[in-house]
């Protein structure tokens, strides 16, 4: 599967972002649905490091501690679409950000993404 990760930009601190990651093509013949999705970043000189993910249904959610309750993950399967809602930003949210799938049959996952997008800059300014 092909991911293409956009929406990303330059935001004051305290602004809003709306990233997409539109997915296209398949493997071994699963469908959109059948991945679960996380979205990723990579800030200057940093390691990439999980952000959220989301299950299969879109009933399960996971964050990581920077980013609850200003970060809302979501997926739309008819437009083969993951969504990351990015609210109250800060300059530390500052990063290339990620999108990613994987097959796994775990309902959620952090870690051992099989398929990546290229990535969006997102610069949060003070």
């Known amino acids: 599967v092909q991911l293409q990760a956009s929406g990303g930009g330059l935001v004051q601190a305290g602004g809003s972002l709306r990233l997409s990651c539109v997915a296209s093509?398949?493997?071994?013949?699963?469908?959109?649905?059948?991945?679960?999705l996380g979205w990723f970043r990579q800030a200057p000189g940093k390691e990439r490091e999980f952000v959220a993910a989301i299950s299969r249904t879109g009933s399960s959610t996971d964050y990581t501690d920077s980013v609850k309750g200003r970060f809302t993950i979501s997926r739309d399967n008819a437009k083969n679409t993951v969504y990351l809602q990015m609210n109250s930003l800060k300059p530390e949210d500052t990063a290339v950000y990620y999108c990613?799938?994987?097959?796994?049959?775990?309902?959620?996952?952090?870690?051992?993404?099989?398929?990546w997008g290229q990535g969006t800059q997102v610069t949060v300014s003070s």
């Open positions: 093509g398949r493997a071994s013949g699963r469908t959109f649905s059948s991945y679960v």
């Open positions: 990613a799938a994987d097959q796994t049959f775990r309902i959620i996952i952090r870690t051992g993404y099989d398929f």
